[in-house]
């Protein structure tokens, strides 16, 4: 397959908890935007905790005149809760969700009507039709919690076919993973488009830190090279840059429908990847 001349791009935001940092992502979004991104994600906390947040993110990205995808997981709510959120939404103008499980915050009950990001999938289907458009998790190197990678791939399956259009993966530094786990879904009929998450390196210990808990893996050769920076940040960034920049190109051969920037509410690394990349 030949790589596209042009490549779509996505960025991912979280919702910030001060005035500062409200300003500090709007300067951020600005840069950002020179990039004409297809849409921006606005993350959703456990159990829907930054809901206020998200969904004022999603309303000041709509008023730059950009497409907003908000996030959306159903662990912990009810029908009639995720109903009053979808007609939130449709009020918004927003098009776009990204449709997750996510995860139980600390102390939380169980009292969910949801248990799969399936179910949540099928739900807005009925509810609402083809008015939004269904983004999914895919995680090339396995969901942390799956019981196998052949259920992790019929959890992925499930949801596509529940009515998913397209799906974001588990970011990742392995191409390898991602073209692996792309023969594995076409095998079980899955034919959306799946577009690759990628985490810039900016910092050893927050990599770390972020993968141990999402289950990501940092290749070996990584891992070593990042302990022998030790606190050299300026070597970590430059050396960060080349690999996730070899690893765009990588994919942008293979053919990937685009490329989903997990920004951590910072611009110049991501900026630096699509200047290298001619985007």
């Known amino acids: 397959m030949n790589p596209p ?6 960025f991912e935001f979280f919702p910030p908890k001060t005035p500062e940092g409200v300003e500090k992502l ?11 991104p297809e849409f921006c994600s606005v993350t959703y906390g456990a159990g829907g ?6 969904f004022a993110t999603v309303r000041d990205i709509l008023a730059e005149g950009v497409a907003a995808a908000s996030h959306f997981s159903c662990i912990g709510a009810t029908r009639a809760s995720v109903r009053e959120q979808l007609g939130q939404l449709r009020a918004m103008k927003v098009k776009r969700l990204v449709a997750l499980r996510g995860d139980l915050p600390s102390g939380y009950g169980a009292g969910s009507e949801f248990h799969h990001a399936s179910d949540l999938v099928a739900f807005i289907r009925a509810e609402t039709g083809h008015h939004f458009h269904i983004e999914v998790a895919a995680y090339p190197e396995m969901h ?16 596509v076919k529940a009515g998913a259009d397209s799906a974001i993966t588990q970011y990742f530094y392995s ?13 079980l009929g899955v034919d959306v ?4 998450g990628i985490m810039p390196i900016t910092s050893s210990t927050q990599l770390m830190r972020f993968s141990d808990a999402c289950g990501a893996e940092i290749p070996r050769w990584i891992r070593l090279r990042l302990q022998g920076f030790g606190d050299d940040t300026a070597s970590i960034r430059a050396f960060g840059l080349d690999v ?3 690893l765009c190109m990588l994919l942008r051969g293979a053919g990937v429908p685009g490329l989903h920037f997990y920004t951590m509410n ?10 290298r990349l001619g985007l």
């Open 244 to 246: 996730v920049t070899d």
């Open 5 to 10: 001349s042009t490549l779509p791009v996505s």
């Open 266 to 275: 910072q611009s110049v690394a991501t900026l630096e990847i699509c200047r």
């Open 49 to 54: 905790s930054t809901q206020e947040g998200t």
């Open 26 to 36: 709007r300067v951020v979004r600005q840069a950002l935007y020179a990039q004409k």
């Open 144 to 159: 942390p919690q799956a019981k196998s990678p052949q259920a992790d791939l019929q959890a992925f399956a499930t949801k």
């Open 175 to 187: 191409a390898s993973a991602y073209l692996r786990f792309m023969d594995e879904t076409r095998k």
């Open 193 to 196: 488009p799946v577009v690759p």
